[in-house]
């Protein structure tokens, strides 16, 4: 057998295992890593804009102001083709899709935190939200199917989880701006002797 024969046997095998039409569509599994490699950095760049404001004695007898800012990473969970299910259309209609872990975080380190008045504070994994999104490469769009709150009360030293539910959005950042006003609303009210709110 030539090694010309070989190397095309090869080809339509991988294509079989990825459910793939053609070689071009091989290469496009290296797509997923360098969009979410650009999203993270937009994500990174636009949560800067916002900051966690927490208000409170925490302890101490005089009440104290801090902001903390929001950091965010990003994990690479899998990538997948599908075939749409379409009376007409053949593989070329394969879609590329991939999903992500989201980690959204109060940064309240030594070097992130920030003490208005009074005496520091600390309020370490106050506040972590975690996502699982999937986009769709080729028609772009994107769902969220799960998505967690997880809130540390910094007087009980309780850990609170809660689901904030899914959903999809054509614009994810947007999407995420809202998850993180939203969490903080319906927690921070609920703790008695401080107050919380993103400003």
């Not at 804009?49 to 925490?58: D, T």
């Not at 999937?134 to 769902?143: L, M, P, Q, Y």
Request: aromatic fraction near 12%; proline fraction near 3%; charge should be positive.
């Amino acid at each position: 057998m030539k090694k010309s024969q070989l190397r095309n046997i090869i080809k339509e095998e991988i294509s079989k295992m990825f459910n793939e039409a053609s070689e071009g569509e091989l290469i496009d599994i290296y797509k997923p890593t360098r969009f979410w490699d650009k999203f993270g950095e937009r994500l990174e760049k636009d949560i800067k804009n916002y900051k966690m404001e927490a208000r409170g004695s925490f302890g101490g007898p005089e009440w104290s102001k801090v902001e903390m800012p929001f950091g965010s990473r990003i994990q690479y969970v899998r990538s997948r083709i599908v075939q749409p299910r379409r009376m007409f259309g053949g593989s070329d209609d394969n879609e590329l899709l991939s999903i992500v872990r989201i980690f959204i975080k109060a940064l309240t380190d030594e070097q992130y935190q920030e003490v208005k008045e009074g005496g520091k504070i600390n309020l370490d994994d106050i506040m972590t939200i975690t996502m699982m999104v999937e986009v769709d490469h080729g028609r772009g769009g994107f769902t969220i199917d799960e998505s967690w709150c997880k809130w540390y009360h910094p007087f009980t030293g309780k850990v609170f989880k809660f689901n904030l539910g899914g959903g999809s959005t054509d614009d994810l950042l947007d999407y995420i701006e809202r998850e993180i006003k939203f969490a903080v609303k319906k927690r921070g009210n609920r703790i008695k002797g401080a107050a919380f709110r993103v400003v």
